[in-house]
């Protein structure tokens, strides 16, 4: 088989999963994992019974393909975003943007990420760590380069990235079971604002978060 063959094989068959992915998910959040059921995902999918089964080993592992694959997306996103810029502030403000508005738009993983943990509290907190201790390198990175530069008091970074983490995930639970009344992205400024003018050194650089409404 040629390569150019191969190759739209491959994106075919990715291009199927993620349609097969795409109403796990919007299935999985409505139902939960014990009353969804293949059947209805297949008609969400547009796609026989029997196609999904081709993908995956059964609804566990289509549910676990789509926690993963969420949580996927979520790094890749805010590695994208942070990497536009030198500034460890404007790292900090991106990436608090970029999680907030990921699981905006992705309302559907959130749901299920809460719902679901008491199932699959093993596996689901195992990706979840996965995903965040391979992020916490470059998170400590962007703190210790912060303190260097004069810009953020010197810490400990680890309480730090802690902090920094318990209030986005508390933000986007409390979202999620309050019944998403308000936009996630419009908490960003305050967000920023609180995290940041509690750790800037820099007095110019904090009194401009202190004022941003």
């Not at 075919?12 to 009353?35: C, P």
């Not at 943007?97 to 990921?102: A, E, G, I, Q, W």
């Not at 719902?115 to 998170?139: M, T």
């Not at 019944?179 to 800037?200: E, H, N, Q, S």
Request: proline share 1%.
């Amino acid at each position: 088989m040629r390569a150019k063959d191969r190759k739209k094989i491959e994106a075919r068959i990715e291009q199927r999963k993620n349609q097969i992915l795409d109403a796990a998910s919007l299935i999985f959040s409505k139902e939960g994992f014990v009353k969804a059921n293949t059947d209805e995902i297949a008609k969400a999918a547009n796609l026989g019974k029997g196609t999904i089964y081709r993908y995956f080993k059964n609804k566990r592992d289509l549910f676990l393909s789509v926690v993963d694959r969420g949580l996927d997306k979520l790094k890749d996103a805010i590695l994208i975003e942070v990497e536009k810029t030198d500034d460890p502030l404007k790292k900090i403000e991106s990436a608090i943007k970029t999680y907030l508005s990921f699981f905006e738009k992705n309302s559907n993983l959130i749901g299920i990420l809460i719902h679901e943990q008491s199932s699959f509290q093993k596996r689901i907190a195992k990706r979840y760590f996965e995903h965040y201790y391979g992020n916490v390198d470059r998170i400590k990175q962007t703190f210790k380069a912060g303190i260097e530069q004069s810009l953020i008091k010197d810490m400990d970074i680890d309480s730090l990235i802690s902090v920094y983490a318990s209030i986005l995930n508390g933000l986007v639970y409390m979202w999620q079971i309050e019944g998403r009344k308000y936009r996630l992205i419009d908490k960003v400024p305050i967000v920023t604002k609180i995290f940041l003018t509690g750790v800037i050194k820099d007095e110019k650089r904090r009194k401009g978060y202190e004022k941003a409404k």
